[in-house]
């Protein structure tokens, strides 16, 4: 168990919407992450957060914006979904001095975009 | 470009029999890592490895990271359908040490 709490887990939401994702962790880690994973790409990194207000674009940031104003959350925001943001998402963290820069993922919200 | 590829993509074996999956780059990698990921789940750890040439062992899978550390494999001996699930490698890419993930190998034993 890593610590990390996702929501909402499932949601359905119509195009040109605005969607938050909560990704909540109890144990102060630092680093937290965003992903998303879809059939025949794997899993991408959207953005990531190294601390309180400093957070950066992973691979596939375009239509998504991420906030960080306490350590314990990470939210990740489709300011207008489409349906090419119908995913998984999984949020992740970094625990401090873990061989390999090893993260540990939540167990997903799954967004439906219609 | 995928920076990690994994093959095969699906692998359909029946229990008791044994099976390698392969993740190659050709990147070199500080460390590499390797996930099972089971349906409607997050990805969980299995392994990290993070010597050239180390071999790790974990009850019945035994990964090794290559000489060079661009490649990587996972064997299962006697598999078991609970083995059955997407395996996930991942390497740490820039800077800032992020993971970067390669497709997965959807493995499923039958019984």
């Known amino acids: 168990d890593a610590g990390i709490t996702q929501s909402p887990r499932h949601k359905v939401t119509e195009t040109g919407t605005p969607v938050t994702l909560r990704c909540h962790q109890t144990?102060?880690?630092?680093?937290m992450y965003w992903y998303r994973q879809d059939p025949g790409h794997g899993l991408r990194l959207i953005h990531y957060?190294?601390?309180?207000?400093?957070?950066d674009k992973g691979e596939v940031s375009d239509g998504y914006s991420v906030s960080r104003s306490k350590t314990e959350d990470f939210l990740l925001t489709l300011e207008s979904a489409t349906s090419s943001q119908t995913s998984v998402y999984f949020c992740?963290?970094?625990?401090?001095?873990?061989?390999?820069?090893?993260?540990?993922f939540g167990e997903g919200s799954w967004l439906t975009v219609v | 470009t995928q920076l990690l590829e994994q093959s095969p993509q699906f692998l359909s074996i029946q229990e008791g029999e044994n099976l390698t999956v392969y993740c190659n780059s050709s990147?070199?990698?500080?460390?590499l890592q390797w996930y099972r990921q089971e349906p409607g789940e997050g990805p969980v750890l299995l392994v990290t490895?993070?010597?050239?040439?180390e071999v790790k062992k974990l009850k019945r899978l035994t990964f090794q990271f290559g000489d060079a550390r661009k490649d990587s494999s996972l064997h299962i001996t006697a598999a078991q359908p609970g083995d059955t699930g997407l395996y996930l490698c991942?390497?740490?890419?820039?800077?800032?040490?992020?993971?970067?993930f390669g497709k997965g190998t959807k493995l499923s034993v039958k019984p």
């Open positions: 490895v993070v010597t050239g040439g």
């Open positions: 957060s190294y601390g309180v207000k400093d957070t």
């Open positions: 144990e102060n880690h630092r680093y």
């Open positions: 991942a390497g740490v890419k820039g800077s800032q040490g992020n993971l970067i």
């Open positions: 992740a963290i970094k625990p401090r001095g873990e061989a390999g820069n090893t993260i540990y």
């Open positions: 990147s070199v990698f500080s460390s």
